[in-house]
Structures are given as structure tokens and as C-alpha cells.
């Protein structure tokens, strides 16, 4: 019985690191900020998140890409950094911004944007504000 409860944990541990292959990132700037954010372009990439995470770098974040322009809605359920998200439009331009605050008891709020956007950049909250709703963002791809 040992045996097969460790062959089965052992072969989710590697199902899990083949699903973690090494990520793509992204630097997004946005006026003076340079931001280095890793991508989240699946669906199960865009699910998890910065889920889990404890820290992020000062100048870290992640971009989500989808597949369609609307409004799309965040929630902040098992993330434990507070975070700004910056909504992007297929023009590249900040539509929105939000500030999200960690979940700490259920229901979580959804973060909602007043307008479409194509992408959504979640770095450390204060790193942007509101001044710039309608800057023109710029990713540089590795």
C-alpha cells in the first residue's frame, strides 16, 4: 500500500514539474517603470496565477494574456501579496487600474475593470496608479 501511495505522490510531483517548464517573461514598460513580468498565456497559467506566492521582487510581475478583449475579473483567493492591476488594451494602452488587497475570508471580491482590456499586469501594489489610465505600454519580449 506504501508502494502505491508513493508511486502515486511521486508521479503528480513530476506531472507538476512538467507543467512548470520554464516560463516566458516579458519587460512591460510603462512610463519610467520597467517592469520584468513572467506570462501567463494558458488557461491553467492565467488560473494559478500569483496564487501562493509569498514575495515578489520590487520590479517583478506577471502579464496575462487572453485570448479575447473584455472585462475580465480577478479575485484574490489564495494570493498573499497585495497587487496592483494594470488593465491593458489590444492598443496598448492602460485602460485601468485596481488595487487588490489578499483574501482573507470567504466570499473574496471580484476586481472588475470599467473597461476591455486584452492585458492584465499585476505587480506589487503602489508600484502604478490611476495617472496613467491611457499611457502607452511597451513589452519587449526576451
Given at each position: 500500500m506504501?508502494?502505491?501511495?508513493f508511486l502515486g505522490a511521486l508521479c503528480i510531483i513530476i506531472l507538476f514539474l512538467a507543467g512548470c517548464s520554464?516560463?516566458?517573461?516579458?519587460?512591460?514598460?510603462?512610463?519610467?517603470?520597467?517592469?520584468?513580468?513572467e506570462l501567463a498565456e494558458t488557461s491553467r497559467e492565467r488560473s494559478l496565477g500569483l496564487m501562493?506566492?509569498?514575495e515578489l521582487?520590487?520590479?517583478?510581475g506577471m502579464?496575462?494574456?487572453f485570448d479575447n478583449e473584455?472585462?475580465?475579473?480577478?479575485?484574490?483567493?489564495?494570493t498573499f501579496i497585495p497587487l496592483d492591476m494594470v488593465f491593458?488594451?489590444?492598443?496598448?494602452e492602460v485602460v485601468d487600474v485596481?488595487?487588490?488587497e489578499p483574501c482573507t475570508k470567504e466570499p473574496c471580491p471580484f476586481y472588475n475593470p470599467k473597461k476591455n482590456a486584452l492585458y492584465v499586469l499585476e505587480t506589487n501594489v503602489n508600484m502604478f496608479n490611476e495617472s496613467i489610465i491611457g499611457s502607452k505600454v511597451r513589452f519587449v519580449f526576451d
Open positions: 506504501r508502494k502505491i501511495i520554464e516560463k516566458r517573461h516579458v519587460q512591460v514598460e510603462i512610463g519610467n517603470q520597467k517592469i520584468t513580468a501562493f506566492r509569498r521582487c520590487e520590479t517583478c502579464v496575462f494574456v473584455t472585462k475580465h475579473s480577478f479575485w484574490m483567493k489564495n491593458i488594451n489590444s492598443k496598448q485596481l488595487h487588490a
